[in-house]
């Protein structure tokens, strides 16, 4: 198979939902088709601490939820999938956010008695402003819901999103039939008596007369409601999917597996192959281009505690990667050889001989990468258009409880800082170490982690909220330092000022008219 051929065939894409939806189930069966595991319950089991061989994140056992994201691939159809995991809990959604950015396609479950949710309204707003295509898989079909008519407006109304539906449900709850299939011309039985699965259409592109589910007056509504849709609904435009403008929706049962093959084989048709990617200067660089290209969205510390790893997630933005190959890591500009790579399959790592635009590798680190390099080869010299980044609202100051233990203290904060979850400063009077996040629990993990993982136990102090802004280094003046103001230098060295609150910026702004304060760091 030629390169050309190879990246062709790549579909990579997330899955998004509020917690609870069905996410991990839907995740598992699409494995499961996918020959990546041998039984459905393995992700499920990670989910809730059953399965040994992905204990690495002791805390996502103990909550139930997923805290970090992985990278899941198989191959259907001809297709060769990457899925990327991206964590539900809302106090992630920076990593989160990341792991957006590297893929080509969303696929957003909705829990068909609840509808759209908080957590779903805000991926989904970030997802948008990619401008990627979104599939909805409306789930939980075999419970009493909403009616679907009500959650397609939903996706209207609350999301601003026009949607086609690709087949239909036929009843729900105890009097959940199947799936009225109009775009493959059949029914779907959910639990057939006859053990006949699916109900060719005939010629006139109806169910046989003969079949009992013509007398069924679920079946009647569901005809009913579809030709209502097709009709007057939106018409189904691959154009107008692509371009992120047109959901198509598929309803189904993701604990009984009911539906998602169907789906499954239907997205794949129409998700798109690996997109190009915008360099700081606006070049798009084409999945085609025959130099490699990448860039790092995520790094993950101690995945598998035998290891005592780093990785640095790789979204391949073009050309192929081949193991031990030299690139340039744009923002040192130094050359780094990439001899330890692995690629992620879901009940194993393995290493990874060979990779294309649209996979994801993971990076063996010894600190070298930050989340956000560019990685690139030949002709290709430019930096990726930067991450989306959060600025931290909640703040901890944080020591070591044990004095003794500086060095493993140090080391610690230092690989979990360069994660990127958590954001490190420095206070300039006194030396303090203080952490910035964007939500509570992701301290939780901190501290939880040091121990874990570093053998190093924490003293954390809350420091509440308070608002970042950065100064030109020429400004720095030690004397402007107060409690309501505190002066610090982040990660980077770069001096700034954590404000108590608004009030306490605009009294500084009086007092010193000419110290510019920014959003940003800028040189
Ligand atoms: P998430 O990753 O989006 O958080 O959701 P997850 O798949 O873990 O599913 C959340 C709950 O919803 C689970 O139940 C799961 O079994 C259930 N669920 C998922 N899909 C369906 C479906 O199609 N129909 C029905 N009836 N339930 C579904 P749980 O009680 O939290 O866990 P468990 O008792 O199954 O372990």
């Known amino acids: 198979m030629t390169l050309q051929e190879e990246i062709k065939k790549r579909r990579t894409f997330a899955i998004i939902s509020h917690p609870d939806a069905g996410k991990t189930t839907i995740t598992e069966q699409l494995l499961k088709f996918g020959g990546a595991i041998r039984e459905a319950g393995t992700v499920k089991a990670r989910k809730t601490g059953n399965f040994a061989k992905s204990d690495w994140m002791d805390i996502e056992k103990e909550r139930g939820i997923s805290v970090t994201s992985s990278v899941m691939q198989f191959d259907y159809a001809g297709k060769r999938v990457n899925i990327l995991d991206t964590p539900g809990h809302e106090d992630f959604s920076e990593d989160t956010y990341r792991t957006l950015m590297a893929v080509d396609a969303a696929v957003m479950v909705i829990d068909s008695a609840k509808g759209i949710e908080a957590q779903t309204k805000k991926l989904f707003q970030v997802v948008k402003r990619r401008g990627i295509p979104v599939f909805t898989f409306i789930n939980k079909l075999d419970r009493d819901g909403r009616e679907p008519l009500d959650l397609l407006s939903e996706l209207e109304e609350i999301l601003g999103i026009a949607s086609v539906p690709m087949n239909w449900p036929i009843g729900m709850g105890k009097n959940f039939q199947g799936l009225y299939d109009f775009t493959h011309g059949r029914v779907e039985v959910y639990q057939p008596e006859d053990g006949k699965r699916f109900v060719e259409f005939d010629e006139n592109g109806e169910v046989p007369a003969s079949h009992p589910l013509t007398k069924n007056p679920f079946f009647t509504q569901a005809l009913e409601d579809a030709e209502l849709l097709l009709d007057a609904g939106n018409q189904f435009s691959e154009e107008e999917v692509v371009a992120g403008q047109l959901t198509p929706v598929f309803f189904g049962s993701a604990l009984t597996s009911f539906g998602v093959e169907t789906f499954l084989e239907t997205f794949l048709e129409y998700a798109p192959e690996p997109h190009s990617h915008k360099t700081v200067d606006e070049e798009e660089i084409e999945p085609l281009n025959p130099d490699f290209s990448g860039f790092i969205f995520k790094i993950q510390a101690n995945m598998d505690p035998r290891h005592r790893d780093r990785i640095a997630f790789v979204r391949i933005v073009s050309g192929e990667f081949e193991r031990g190959m030299d690139v340039n890591l744009v923002r040192t500009g130094k050359k780094v050889k990439l001899s330890n790579v692995t690629q992620f399959m879901a009940e194993s790592r393995e290493n990874v001989e060979n990779a294309v635009a649209g996979d994801i590798i993971g990076v063996y680190d010894t600190g070298t990468y930050q989340v956000g390099d560019t990685l690139t080869?030949?002709?290709?010299?430019?930096?990726?258009?930067?991450?989306?980044?959060?600025?931290?609202?909640?703040?901890?100051?944080?020591?070591?409880?044990?004095?003794?233990?500086?060095?493993?203290?140090?080391?610690?904060?230092?690989?979990?800082?360069?994660?990127?979850?958590?954001?490190?400063?420095?206070?300039?009077?006194?030396?303090?170490?203080?952490?910035?996040?964007?939500?509570?629990?992701?301290?939780?993990?901190?501290?939880?982690?040091?121990?874990?993982?570093?053998?190093?136990?924490?003293?954390?102090?809350?420091?509440?909220?308070?608002?970042?802004?950065?100064?030109?280094?020429?400004?720095?003046?030690?004397?402007?330092?107060?409690?309501?103001?505190?002066?610090?230098?982040?990660?980077?060295?770069?001096?700034?000022?954590?404000?108590?609150?608004?009030?306490?910026?605009?009294?500084?702004?009086?007092?010193?008219?000419?110290?510019?304060?920014?959003?940003?760091?800028s040189v």
């Open 377 to 521: 080869t030949g002709k290709l010299k430019k930096a990726f258009e930067p991450l989306p980044t959060f600025t931290p609202e909640l703040f901890m100051r944080v020591q070591a409880k044990n004095v003794m233990k500086q060095k493993s203290f140090q080391k610690g904060i230092d690989q979990l800082v360069q994660e990127g979850a958590i954001q490190l400063y420095k206070s300039y009077t006194t030396g303090d170490i203080m952490l910035g996040a964007v939500g509570q629990l992701q301290f939780e993990v901190f501290k939880d982690r040091m121990e874990r993982e570093y053998n190093s136990e924490t003293i954390m102090t809350p420091m509440g909220s308070k608002t970042v802004r950065w100064i030109k280094e020429e400004d720095l003046d030690e004397k402007m330092s107060s409690s309501r103001n505190i002066l610090a230098r982040d990660r980077f060295d770069h001096p700034l000022f954590l404000f108590e609150n608004e009030f306490a910026m605009r009294w500084f702004q009086d007092k010193y008219p000419d110290v510019e304060l920014l959003e940003q760091f």
